[in-house]
């Protein structure tokens, strides 16, 4: 999982901090971390403040090597 940065990106419901857990070639699936908001959704790869390219190239290099564990 990767942690949002406040400043770039938050929960569209709660305005709390959200984490990627999961994301494809043009989406990134997000979790509130807030448990009493606890939403979950997908958005684009261009979502955050990071021009679609920080956040992306974590998760999926998280991804790839969590499927080698
Ligand atoms: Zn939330």
């Known amino acids: 999982m990767i ?3 406040m400043t770039d990106g938050r929960c569209r419901s709660c305005g709390g901090q ?3 857990v999961g994301a494809d070639d043009v ?3 997000v979790e509130c971390l807030n448990e009493k908001c606890a939403d979950g959704y997908t958005v684009e790869t261009d979502s955050f403040a990071d021009g679609g390219i920080h956040y992306w190239r974590l998760i999926m ?3 790839e090597n969590g499927a080698e564990e």
């Open 3 to 5: 942690l949002v940065e």
């Open 18 to 20: 959200l984490q990627i």
């Open 27 to 29: 989406s990134l699936d």
């Open 61 to 63: 290099a998280e991804l």
